[in-house]
C-alpha cells in the first residue's frame, strides 16, 4: 500500500526493545504473544479477543500469559545459577515473591509451581498476605519472609508457619517490633526466624526512590541494630537471628545504586557475623527494574542493566565483601516482584470513538462576517514561517475579543462557531512552521499537545494502570491488529471515567516520552483494539473503583505444545452488583424502595401495574451487567 509494513509498526511502537522477545506481530499485522520465546509457538491476540467475544466476554479484559511467568522464574533463577558458578558462590539463592506485586492466586501459583525446584518462597507483608501464603505449597527449603509492621496476631500467625513446617522469617522493621517476638518467647511459643532490615545509607534511583537511604519508612538505624542483637544476645535469642534484609526502592533504574547498596549491605552482614551473629541469608530485596520503554537508560521508565547483569552484581559483590572480611558467604535471598510478573499481562480496550480538537466544524462563510472574524480570516491566510509567532499570538488576542464581544451579546452562535473553527486552523498552521525552528518554543509544544485528537478506550485509568494515574508510570501502548498498515493520527488515549485525570498523554518512545501515540483511522463499524502491556506488576490490587468500574474480564491463554493456543479461566469482571456492594449499597433493599417509588406512581395512576413491575424486574436485572461500555 504505503510501503508501510509489520517490521515498520514492530519499531514504530519499540516492541522488540521493551518486549524482552515475548511480543511480535503476524504478517497480517496482528500483536502476537511468544510465551515461551524463542521456540516459534504464537498465540495472537485478536483470535482470543475473538473467541472470548463469543462467550460474551468483551473488553476490556485482561489477558494473563502464564507462559511468560514460568519464563520469567526460570531466567531470574537461572541468571542466579549461572553466576554462582561463574563465581563460585559457596552457598545458593533462595528467592522469594512479594506476594503484592500481584496477589492473585492463580498468579502466585503458577510462580511457585514454576520454581518450585529453584526453592522459590514468599515475601508478604500483612496478615491477610501471610494467611494466603501459608496454605501454598512450597518446597521445605523455600522461605516465607514477613516484612510490614507486626502486631502480636501477625507474629502468632508466623509460629503458627513454623509450626506448619514452613521456614518463616519475621523481618524486624522497627525496634517495637522486638518486643512483640520477645513476649512471643516469653510466653513458651514456637519462634519464627528472626531477621533485621538494616536501613543503609545507599538509595535507589527512579520513581521509588525515597524507600532507600536513611530517611526511608523501614529499617533499624546502626545502633537499634546493635541494640537489637545486644537484646538477643541478652536473652539468649541470637540463635534465632538468621537473617539480615535491605530494600532501596521498586524499580532502581540504575546499576551503580544497586551495586552500592549491595556491598554496603554486604558489609553490614560481614561486620555482623565477625561480632558472632550467626547471619545464613543476606536478603537483597526488590528493586530489579523492567525495561518499559526499551532505552535500556537509567530513565524513570527504564533500567540501564539487564537481569543477567543484576545477578552477577549480587553475588560477585557479595563474595567480594565476604572474602576481603574473611566470612563465609551467606545464602542469597532476593525478593524480585516486577520482574517475574511484570511482562505475563496485557489489558486489551476496544475505541469507542475519536474527540477532535475543537476545529471539527467546517463554516459556511458568507461574505460578510463581523470584525473580528474577518480579522481571523486574514491571520489564517497570511501566517507564515516567518511571522508565524506574531500571527498566532494575535488570533489569541482576536479570539478573545471574540468571545468577550459574545458574552456582550453583539455575536452569534454562528459567529462563535466559525471564529473557534479559525482560531483553531492558525493553530494548526503555527504548529507546523514552528516545528521548523531549531528550537520549538514551549507554547508551541503545548499548543501541539492539545491538537492531538482523543481516542475514547473503553476501560477505566484509575482501576486498569493506576500507576499511570498516580505516578505517571508509562506502559507500552501496541494496537492489536493493523500493524501491517500505517498508523495516520496522533492520539492521546482518555478512559470512560468521568475524570479529567482518566487519560494516558505520555507514551514509551526511544529517546523521549511521546505526548501522542500513533493510531490507525476509524473504520466505521470496525472495531479497532489497543493494548497496554507489562502491567503484571502492582496495577491489579492498587486499581481502585473510581466511578464504580471494577475489576475486568479475564482469561489465562496458553499455547500447547503443538503450537495450538488454549483460551482457559475465563472470568467475567465485577458486575454493577458487586461494585454497588463495595460501597454498601444493597442491592435488595434497592430494588425495593424502586418498588415503593413505583407503586406510589401506580396509586397517583400515573402508571399502571404491569409497567410498574416491568420496570422494576428491568432495573433488578441490570445489576448483573458488566460496568464497562457493552457492544
Ligand atoms: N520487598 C520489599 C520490602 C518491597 O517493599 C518491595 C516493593 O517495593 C519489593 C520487595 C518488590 O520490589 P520489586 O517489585 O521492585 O522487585
Known amino acids: 500500500m ?28 496482528r500483536l502476537e504473544v511468544l510465551p515461551t520465546k524463542n521456540d516459534g509457538r504464537r498465540i495472537e491476540i485478536l483470535k482470543v479477543v475473538e473467541e472470548l467475544r463469543k462467550s460474551r466476554i468483551g473488553t476490556p479484559l485482561l489477558l494473563r500469559f502464564p507462559q511468560i511467568l514460568e519464563s520469567q522464574v526460570q531466567a531470574l533463577t537461572g541468571a542466579f545459577q549461572k553466576a554462582i558458578v561463574e563465581f563460585q558462590y559457596q552457598q545458593g539463592y533462595y528467592p522469594v515473591f512479594p506476594i503484592k506485586v500481584n496477589q492473585r492466586r492463580t498468579v502466585v501459583e503458577g510462580l511457585l509451581e514454576a520454581g518450585y525446584k529453584q526453592n522459590l518462597g514468599i515475601e508478604v507483608g500483612s496478615k491477610p498476605e501471610l494467611m494466603g501464603a501459608l496454605a501454598l505449597s512450597v518446597p521445605a527449603e523455600a522461605l516465607t519472609v514477613c516484612n510490614g509492621f507486626k502486631d502480636r496476631d501477625y507474629l502468632i500467625t508466623a509460629s503458627m508457619g513454623v509450626r506448619m513446617g514452613r521456614k518463616v522469617v519475621v523481618v524486624i522493621e522497627k525496634p517495637f517490633e522486638l518486643d512483640g517476638v520477645l513476649e512471643l518467647a516469653q510466653a513458651g511459643e514456637t519462634l519464627p526466624w528472626i531477621g533485621f532490615r538494616v536501613k543503609l545509607n545507599a538509595k535507589g ?19 537499634q ?18 537473617l539480615f534484609h535491605f530494600h532501596i526502592g521498586s524499580q532502581v533504574t540504575e546499576i551503580r545504586k544497586i551495586k552500592e547498596a549491595i556491598k554496603e549491605g554486604a558489609r553490614v552482614y560481614a561486620k555482623a557475623r565477625k561480632m558472632g551473629v550467626p547471619i545464613e541469608y543476606l536478603n537483597v530485596g526488590g528493586g530489579l527494574g523492567i525495561d518499559y520503554d526499551g532505552s535500556k537508560t537509567s530513565s524513570d521508565a527504564s533500567v540501564n542493566y539487564t537481569m543477567e547483569e543484576y545477578a552477577n552484581d549480587v553475588v560477585y559483590n557479595i563474595a567480594d565483601v565476604c572474602e576481603n572480611e574473611h566470612v563465609p558467604h551467606p545464602k542469597i535471598v532476593s525478593e524480585s516482584g516486577r520482574a517475574l510478573v511484570a511482562y505475563h499481562a496485557m489489558l486489551v480496550v476496544d475505541v469507542r ?9 467546517k463554516n459556511k462563510l458568507t461574505g460578510h462576517e463581523p470584525r473580528v472574524i474577518e480579522d481571523l480570516l486574514y491571520i489564517r491566510k497570511n501566517i507564515s514561517v516567518k511571522n508565524y509567532r ?33 482560531y483553531w486552523e492558525i493553530a494548526r498552521q503555527a504548529v507546523k512552521y514552528s516545528k521548523t525552528a531549531k528550537f520549538q518554543a514551549d507554547e508551541f509544544n503545548e499548543l501541539q499537545d492539545r491538537l492531538f485528537e482523543k481516542y475514547i478506550c473503553n476501560f477505566s485509568v484509575f482501576q486498569s494502570i493506576p500507576d499511570h494515574w498516580a505516578l505517571d508510570q508509562l506502559f507500552p ?31 514509551v518512545d526511544l529517546k523521549d516520552i511521546k505526548g501522542a501515540l500513533e493510531v490507525h483511522e476509524l473504520q466505521a463499524n470496525e472495531p479497532y483494539y489497543l493494548a497496554f502491556l507489562l502491567i503484571g506488576a502492582y496495577q491489579e490490587t492498587m486499581g481502585d473503583l473510581h466511578n464504580l468500574f471494577g475489576a475486568v474480564n479475564e482469561a489465562h491463554v496458553i499455547v500447547d505444545d503443538g503450537g495450538k493456543m488454549i483460551v482457559q479461566n475465563a472470568k467475567k469482571g ?6 454497588l456492594e463495595a460501597y454498601g449499597y444493597e442491592p435488595d433493599k434497592l430494588v425495593k424502595s424502586i418498588k415503593t417509588t413505583l407503586q406510589e406512581q401506580v396509586t397517583q395512576n ?15 436485572r441490570r445489576f448483573e451487567a458488566y460496568p464497562y461500555l457493552g457492544s
Open 606 to 620: 400515573k402508571m399502571d401495574n404491569a409497567t410498574a413491575s416491568k420496570l422494576a424486574e428491568e432495573y433488578k
Open 574 to 579: 465485577e458486575t454493577v452488583r458487586k461494585t
Open 225 to 242: 541494630l546493635l541494640d537489637s542483637i545486644e537484646i538477643l544476645r541478652q536473652k539468649n535469642l541470637l540463635g534465632q537471628l538468621k
Open 2 to 29: 504505503d510501503g508501510f509494513n509489520v517490521e515498520d509498526a514492530l519499531n514504530l511502537y519499540g516492541v522488540d526493545l521493551w518486549g524482552a522477545g515475548y511480543f511480535g506481530a503476524s504478517e497480517e499485522g
Open 205 to 223: 534511583s527512579g520513581l521509588w526512590e525515597k524507600s532507600g537511604g536513611g530517611a526511608s519508612k523501614f529499617g533499624l538505624s546502626t545502633s
Open 390 to 422: 506574531e500571527f498566532f499570538h494575535d488570533a489569541i488576542e482576536r479570539r478573545d475579543e471574540m468571545y468577550s464581544l459574545f458574552n456582550l451579546g453583539m455575536l452569534e452562535l454562528e459567529d462563535r462557531s466559525k471564529g473557534e473553527w479559525l
Open 353 to 361: 470513538g475519536h474527540i477532535n480538537g475543537d476545529a471539527e466544524r
Open 477 to 507: 501502548v501496541v494496537p492489536i491488529h493493523r500493524l501491517n498498515e500505517k498508523p495516520t493520527k496522533l492520539a492521546t488515549l482518555v478512559d470512560i471515567t468521568c475524570d479529567s485525570d482518566g487519560e494516558v498523554e505520555k507514551f
